[in-house]
């Protein structure tokens, strides 16, 4: 579970909400499941393994800022995506790069069934490096808000009040929020483990591959009207008690 820190600047809160914007950074590493692979896919599509095993544990910080990383262990990784080839390009003789579009959703849940962290992406780019008509064995997926590409944030987990995260907070969409999936180990299941592509671009056979996450937000917060009532209603707790 996470490292929990709770004490809150909340006089901090009321004499300064214009300070109600926070960058969040959010990682986590390839699944510690030496059985399974984060993603299977298929021709147009690829999701999680469905075998896999609440092994993730994501990691939260402050934008490398003063407060300490919190972690939270023991998820299940979701994930849902299609994609759609726009072409190849010859990057030097015989190597070639293989561009996607992807949309689709990612989530990462407790034991039980509530996810804390969840993603949707529109528009964004797989890039895999690769023969004319094959994979190599690593690439990338990649989203950042801009105009054609978008990830959106939601988090559901436990109110962090002195990160600015708090349950039910959606990202903006259009505030540069970014992510990128790195991946390794791409293969298929024929004998010699390439994946092979048809004339879409698209793999003929089952593939998988390892994969690791690093994105962030700006805007993963409640108004500042809303934080400083937080703030506020601490500050009156306070002077109840004295």
């Avoid at 544990?57 to 990784?77: H, M």
Wanted: glycine share 10%.
């Amino acid at each position: 579970m996470a490292s929990q820190k709770f004490p809150v600047a909340l006089l901090a809160c009321v004499l300064a909400p214009a300070a109600s914007a926070q960058q969040i950074t959010f990682s986590f590493a390839s699944d510690s499941d030496s059985n399974d692979p984060t993603f299977v896919g298929s021709s147009d599509t690829f999701g999680n393994a469905p075998s896999a095993e609440p092994d993730f544990s994501l990691l939260v910080d402050d934008g490398n800022g003063p407060l300490p990383t919190l972690e939270f262990a023991d998820l299940l990784f979701m994930a849902d995506f299609s994609i759609t080839s726009f072409g190849k390009t010859m990057i030097a003789p015989g190597l070639f790069l293989h561009n996607y579009s992807v949309d689709g959703v990612f989530a990462l849940s407790d034991a039980g069934s509530n996810n804390i962290l969840e993603a949707d992406v529109a528009g964004g780019v797989m890039s895999i490096v690769g023969g004319e008509n094959s994979w190599a064995t690593s690439g990338s997926i990649i989203t950042s808000d801009i105009d054609m590409s978008e990830i959106t944030y939601r988090w559901g987990g436990m109110d962090f009040p002195d990160y600015l995260i708090f349950n039910g907070q959606e990202s903006a969409g259009d505030d540069l929020d970014d992510g990128v999936f790195t991946l390794t180990f791409l293969a298929d299941s024929s004998s010699d483990g390439v994946v092979e592509l048809d004339d879409n671009g698209l793999p003929v056979e089952e593939w998988t591959a390892e994969a690791s996450f690093s994105g962030s937000t700006r805007s993963l917060i409640p108004t500042p009207g809303a934080v400083a009532m937080i703030g506020l209603g601490g500050l009156l707790g306070a002077v109840r008690r004295r």
